[in-house]
């Protein structure tokens, strides 16, 4: 799933190619993206036809698209969404979901997306931020992020650091690709519990989740296929930069110790046993298997 730095690629791009044009048609091709706009897709087109898109927003991995009416198109890309910008007469893509096309021609803003978890909805009212997402934290790359706010709360939580990294109600747009790089650079194992660790620790991991993002998005986000794509159709190649994340088995870029994968939810682990020591179990306390 596209992680921060991936959703803020897509939404410079939108920020550079779709801004104050009059919207001309919007053209629903298949139902679902839209799905989370109850009054159904025709009604979904029709709020937004006649009206210009007036800034690129993000937080966390949402973007929305305020419009001069005050209102908002909100978006989320799922697992494969993707925001192209396509010449008019370009080929449709074969997982085409919505089509945007702007008075005067020019080139068209469309919404692809191959498996469907993604979607589009209108926001009445949601230029500054749209109701859906109020609950939804700011991301370490917001100049309003409150460092001191988040390091108290991970403090007084016995949860993993790990799984609180990926808790958006604490800090947004930390996926489980950048959760384990930025584990592996502040050297903590996953498991260490919240209420265990020093200030320091939970600053040197937001410094690092901070120092990888920005790192990632330099070079466009990280591609492992052809499902992340910015808004010109390329893919990312931070991919090539990742110190653990998807390395099992090869060498720690730090000691040499082999990279480790583990089980985490529905998804995996990556770690360096040595770098990143597992924490100390209590008596009584069941082995994790890690």
Avoid at 104 to 110: C, D, Q, S, T, Y
Avoid at 158 to 179: M, P
Avoid at 186 to 204: F, K, P, T
Avoid at 227 to 255: I, K, M, T, W
Wanted: proline share 7%; glycine share 10%; net charge positive.
């Amino acid at each position: 799933m596209p992680e921060l730095p991936e959703v803020e690629v897509v939404r410079r791009g939108l920020e550079a190619h779709v801004l104050d044009r009059e919207i001309a048609t919007v053209q629903v091709l298949h139902p679902r993206p839209v799905r989370r706009h109850l009054a159904g897709p025709e009604d979904f087109a029709a709020r937004l036809v006649g009206h210009r898109f007036t800034a690129a927003r993000r937080r966390g991995k949402y973007l929305w698209l305020p419009t001069e009416s005050h209102d908002a198109m909100l978006a989320h890309l799922g697992m494969s969404g993707q925001m192209l910008v396509q010449p008019a007469g370009a080929p449709d893509e074969r997982h085409l979901r919505v089509r945007f096309g702007f008075t005067g021609g020019g080139p068209e803003l469309r919404f692809v997306d191959q498996r469907m978890f993604g979607g589009l909805s209108f926001a009445e009212g949601g230029a500054e931020l749209p109701h859906e997402i109020v609950h939804i934290a700011r991301d370490p790359l917001d100049p309003a992020f409150d460092d001191d706010d988040f390091v108290r709360r991970v403090r007084r939580r016995t949860s993993g650091i790990k799984r609180l990294l990926l808790d958006q109600q604490l800090v947004s747009g930390v996926g489980n690709i950048y959760a384990d790089e930025a584990l592996w650079r502040a050297r903590l194992h996953g498991e260490r519990r919240g209420d265990r660790l020093r200030r320091a620790d939970v600053q040197a991991v937001l410094d690092a989740a901070r120092e990888v993002m920005t790192l990632a998005l330099g070079q466009g986000g990280t591609s492992f296929d052809a499902l992340y794509v910015n808004v010109n159709g390329q893919s990312g190649y931070f991919d090539r930069s990742l110190h653990a994340y998807g390395q099992e088995g090869r060498p720690c870029d730090r000691c040499g110790t082999p990279i480790r994968r583990v089980a985490f939810t529905n998804r995996s682990s990556f770690y360096c046993p040595v770098c990143q020591p597992a924490p100390r179990r209590r008596a009584g306390r069941p082995p994790s298997g890690n």
